[in-house]
């Protein structure tokens, strides 16, 4: 036993012999570039044997139970995920794997463990290369993305974008069948991709919201942050978990709500469990094992699921909720009463809906949240007689493509704002900043959006021989149309009449001025509809400040993440000079992709409320060492936020009489249109 531990850890520090001089602040003092070149590997080819040398020669000497003795549980985790190795309990590989599923996920969290324990990278990649060998391909990728976004070590590593490691969540079938045929005939393409279904179809106006690729890896990479089965004993607490899961959900539906009037359609309608669901879907998606999605028809009756649930067990889940709203408290398991009519409140409720293993009292509040998912993606198929593979509602990789999605989160979305209107509406003093007063709002720049083709590589859908490597692979690739705005800045004027520096929150709002209807929503109705654009800090000196805001600087964006060609060639330059790679913008991928910011408008122009809030930004501060940060972090980073005021305020709370916002000084507003000419290029 002593001497294969030996040889094992000789293997593997002998993979990074390249450094020696510069290095980050890695807390095993393994450079960046080595572990993004580990971490690369293992995602290249996914569901094919390894193809770096280094990495295989580690796979076959590495012993996870020898490596046990630094972790803090003593090797509890591995220990479990090795007898289910032993037994055979495993998923087989190429099945599917979902988080929904019970089963399915208890093992990808054992793997979460089992990584989240190593304390250096030649544990961690051993334990990484030996059960990439073991597992289920879909339930590795997801234990490991989990495991990078929250183990100390891959604080610098960049998770590949996730469409080109599983292009088949991604890409239509149709496009696959084409890729696979350019590979057979060795014949290089680049293949357009459409987005699913026809113009017969209403709903196919705003695929290109639900269907952005871009837009599925923010939403990804949020639930891997925040995900709803975490628990102190993964490392540590993540505060506010079920706000944020509010929040997030609420601005994508605010976000869907918005494209919906850019393309002049209805607003969506919410789902009730006891009416017919007007929306079906056809996914044109294949999993790896080609098996299809589930389809799903138009204007059918919501019916019980097998195996999920009856309709019942839903209606009785959501009025034990709508009960808690209109006592303003939860009942613990105990059943003690939790009080929820506070600021505190909304994130104790996210974690009952969602539901989250904070929920005070799972087996009575069930998880609507996930339980809906499930219930609507088996709606095509109840009673599993045509398929066995999950819908697209119940991979993160797809949700959003679904109209159902939208459907389901207006409803629970309409339960948090029942909640919010039970608390009390601030005060005149509440918001009062005072001797500040917002003189001036406008726009530099046009408001504008437009399509690009964007281009993504379709390599690792297909298989290979065994000796083949990384650059002897063929280009294919897909092209989809994507939605990008204009660059423009926020300029604003803001008055300081103190006589010393006031440190400030600047909070920016969009919210559509009128419904699909042409009318004008009222100041009440906007507020719940508005869209956060950006949230930072500035300190105002004495008298007049002139502020200019660049849409690329916005907290709550991020830059879209590099190809993985793109990754792999910066990384293996990076390890070739022997320079270290710092590619710690696109780390986070957390928010909304920038070029997402705004909404889509029109040919016409849509006509959107722009609000400026400017609050006292010492009291909004967490603790005094971050009033110089530039840059908010929007959705907090592993449970710690800069920002202490709740998610979307001040607009967060009904407003009695909107004459008090208006007459607030440090309050702005104006409004600007947003506009996209490229309908043509749309519908091609
Ligand atoms: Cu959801």
């Given at each position: 036993?002593?001497?294969?531990?030996?040889?094992?850890?000789?293997?593997?520090?002998?993979?990074?012999?390249?450094?020696?001089?510069?290095?980050?602040?890695?807390?095993?003092?393994?450079?960046?570039?080595?572990?993004?070149?580990?971490?690369n590997?293992?995602?290249?080819?996914?569901?094919?044997?390894?193809?770096?040398?280094?990495?295989?020669?580690?796979?076959?000497?590495f012993?996870?139970?020898?490596?046990t003795?630094?972790?803090?549980?003593?090797?509890?985790?591995?220990?479990?995920?090795?007898?289910?190795?032993?037994?055979?309990?495993?998923?087989?590989?190429?099945?599917?794997?979902?988080?929904?599923?019970?089963?399915?996920?208890?093992?990808?969290?054992?793997?979460?463990?089992?990584?989240?324990?190593?304390?250096?990278?030649?544990?961690?990649?051993?334990?990484?290369?030996?059960f990439?060998?073991?597992?289920?391909?879909?339930?590795?990728?997801?234990?490991?993305?989990?495991?990078?976004?929250?183990?100390?070590?891959?604080k610098?590593?960049?998770?590949?974008?996730?469409?080109?490691?599983?292009?088949?969540?991604?890409?239509?079938?149709?496009v696959?069948?084409?890729?696979y045929?350019?590979?057979?005939?060795?014949?290089?393409?680049?293949?357009?991709?459409?987005?699913?279904?026809?113009?017969?179809?209403?709903?196919?106006?705003?695929?290109?919201?639900?269907?952005?690729?871009?837009?599925?890896?923010?939403?990804?990479?949020?639930?891997?942050?925040?995900?709803?089965?975490?628990?102190?004993?993964?490392?540590?607490?993540?505060?506010?978990?079920?706000?944020?899961?509010?929040?997030?959900?609420?601005?994508?539906?605010?976000?869907?709500?918005?494209?919906?009037?850019?393309?002049?359609?209805?607003?969506?309608?919410?789902?009730?469990?006891?009416?017919?669901?007007?929306?079906?879907?056809?996914?044109?998606?294949?999993?790896?094992?080609?098996?299809?999605?589930?389809?799903?028809?138009?204007?059918?009756?919501?019916?019980?699921?097998?195996?999920?649930?009856?309709?019942?067990?839903?209606?009785?889940?959501?009025?034990?909720?709508?009960?808690?709203?209109?006592?303003?408290?939860?009942?613990?398991?105990?059943?003690?009463?939790?009080?929820?009519?506070?600021?505190?409140?909304?994130?104790?409720?996210?974690?009952?809906?969602?539901?989250?293993?904070?929920?005070?009292?799972?087996?009575?509040?069930?998880?609507?949240?996930?339980?809906?998912?499930?219930?609507?993606?088996?709606?095509?198929?109840?009673?599993?007689?045509?398929?066995?593979?999950?819908?697209?509602?119940?991979?993160?990789?797809?949700?959003?493509?679904?109209?159902?999605?939208?459907?389901?989160?207006?409803?629970?979305?309409?339960?948090?704002?029942?909640?919010?209107?039970?608390?009390?509406?601030?005060?005149?003093?509440?918001?009062?900043?005072?001797?500040?007063?917002?003189?001036?709002?406008?726009i530099?720049?046009?408001?504008e959006?437009?399509?690009?083709?964007?281009?993504?590589?379709?390599?690792?859908?297909?298989?290979?021989?065994?000796?083949?490597?990384?650059?002897?692979?063929?280009?294919?690739?897909?092209?989809?149309?994507?939605?990008?705005?204009?660059?423009?800045?926020?300029?604003?004027?803001?008055?300081?009449?103190?006589?010393?520096?006031?440190?400030?929150?600047?909070?920016?709002?969009?919210?559509?001025?009128?419904?699909v209807n042409?009318?004008?929503?009222?100041?009440?109705?906007?507020?719940?509809?508005?869209?956060?654009?950006?949230?930072?800090?500035?300190e105002?000196?004495?008298?007049?400040n002139?502020?200019?805001r660049?849409?690329?600087?916005?907290?709550?964006?991020?830059?879209?993440?590099?190809?993985?060609?793109?990754?792999?060639?910066?990384?293996?330059?990076?390890?070739?000079?022997?320079?270290?790679?710092n590619?710690?913008?696109?780390?986070?991928?957390?928010?909304?992709?920038?070029?997402?910011?705004?909404?889509?408008?029109?040919e016409?122009?849509?006509?959107?409320?722009?609000?400026?809030?400017?609050?006292?930004?010492?009291?909004?501060?967490?603790?005094?060492?971050?009033?110089?940060?530039?840059?908010?972090?929007?959705?907090?980073?592993?449970?710690?936020?800069?920002?202490?005021?709740?998610?979307?305020?001040?607009?967060?709370?009904?407003?009695?009489?909107?004459?008090?916002?208006?007459?607030?000084?440090?309050?702005?507003?104006?409004?600007?249109?947003?506009?996209?000419?490229?309908?043509?290029?749309?519908?091609?």
């Open positions: 036993m002593k001497i294969v531990l030996l040889c094992s850890l000789v293997a593997a520090t002998a993979a990074w012999p390249y450094f020696g001089g510069f290095q980050r602040d890695e807390p095993d003092g393994v450079p960046t570039a080595q572990k993004q070149h580990d971490i590997f293992l995602l290249h080819k996914l569901y094919e044997p390894l193809h770096e040398a280094n990495l295989k020669a580690l796979e076959d000497s012993d996870p139970l020898a490596h003795a630094n972790m803090p549980d003593g090797g509890v985790a591995v220990n479990k995920l090795m007898q289910e190795v032993k037994t055979q309990h495993l998923e087989e590989r190429h099945h599917w794997f979902s988080v929904f599923n019970a089963t399915q996920r208890e093992e990808a969290l054992l793997l979460v463990k089992v990584l989240l324990q190593c304390q250096d990278w030649p544990t961690a990649i051993g334990n990484a290369v030996y990439r060998k073991m597992m289920n391909e879909e339930t590795y990728v997801y234990a490991l993305y989990t495991a990078i976004k929250h183990s100390p070590l891959t610098h590593v960049v998770l590949p974008p996730l469409y080109e490691i599983m292009p088949h969540f991604f890409t239509s079938s149709e696959i069948q084409q890729a045929r350019a590979k057979l005939i060795e014949k290089p393409g680049r293949f357009n991709m459409n987005f699913t279904g026809t113009q017969n179809n209403p709903e196919h106006k705003i695929a290109y919201f639900g269907e952005d690729i871009g837009l599925s890896t923010h939403y990804i990479n949020w639930h891997i942050e925040y995900p709803f089965w975490w628990n102190e004993t993964f490392g540590y607490q993540i505060e506010r978990r079920g706000e944020n899961y509010f929040w997030v959900h609420h601005q994508l539906v605010n976000r869907f709500e918005a494209e919906r009037i850019s393309n002049h359609l209805q607003k969506i309608e919410k789902l009730h469990w006891e009416r017919n669901l007007h929306e079906g879907f056809d996914p044109h998606t294949s999993y790896k094992n080609g098996n299809p999605f589930p389809f799903r028809h138009d204007d059918i009756h919501i019916e019980d699921v097998d195996k999920v649930a009856e309709v019942r067990d839903m209606i009785v889940m959501e009025n034990r909720i709508r009960d808690a709203i209109a006592h303003g408290y939860v009942i613990d398991k105990e059943g003690n009463k939790v009080d929820i009519n506070n600021e505190h409140g909304i994130d104790i409720l996210g974690d009952i809906i969602e539901s989250c293993v904070y929920n005070p009292y799972n087996e009575y509040y069930g998880s609507l949240h996930n339980m809906g998912h499930m219930m609507l993606g088996h709606q095509g198929d109840p009673h599993a007689k045509y398929y066995d593979t999950p819908s697209v509602l119940e991979h993160y990789e797809t949700a959003l493509r679904d109209p159902a999605f939208y459907k389901l989160h207006k409803y629970i979305d309409d339960l948090f704002r029942k909640h919010k209107d039970h608390l009390k509406p601030y005060s005149q003093e509440d918001l009062l900043f005072p001797g500040v007063a917002v003189n001036m709002i406008d530099d720049g046009p408001l959006t437009y399509f690009e083709d964007y281009e993504y590589s379709l390599m690792n859908a297909m298989d290979d021989k065994e000796e083949m490597i990384w650059e002897d692979n063929m280009e294919i690739s897909a092209i989809i149309p994507r939605l990008r705005h204009k660059d423009f800045s926020f300029k604003v004027n803001i008055m300081n009449n103190n006589d010393e520096n006031k440190l400030s929150t600047i909070r920016i709002f969009a919210w559509p001025h009128r419904d042409g009318v004008i929503m009222p100041f009440n109705e906007g507020r719940w509809h508005a869209i956060e654009l950006d949230k930072f800090q500035k105002l000196i004495p008298g007049e002139t502020i200019t660049k849409s690329s600087e916005s907290s709550v964006t991020v830059p879209d993440v590099p190809s993985l060609k793109s990754l792999h060639e910066q990384t293996e330059a990076a390890i070739a000079g022997s320079s270290e790679l590619l710690d913008e696109f780390v986070s991928a957390t928010g909304l992709p920038n070029r997402l910011l705004i909404p889509k408008g029109n016409a122009g849509v006509e959107f409320k722009l609000v400026v809030a400017v609050t006292d930004g010492v009291a909004d501060s967490v603790n005094d060492e971050i009033n110089l940060t530039t840059k908010f972090h929007h959705y907090g980073h592993h449970g710690v936020y800069l920002d202490k005021k709740p998610h979307g305020y001040p607009l967060d709370r009904r407003v009695p009489d909107e004459r008090l916002f208006h007459e607030i000084p440090n309050f702005g507003e104006t409004i600007v249109k947003v506009s996209n000419h490229d309908e043509h290029v749309y519908h091609h």
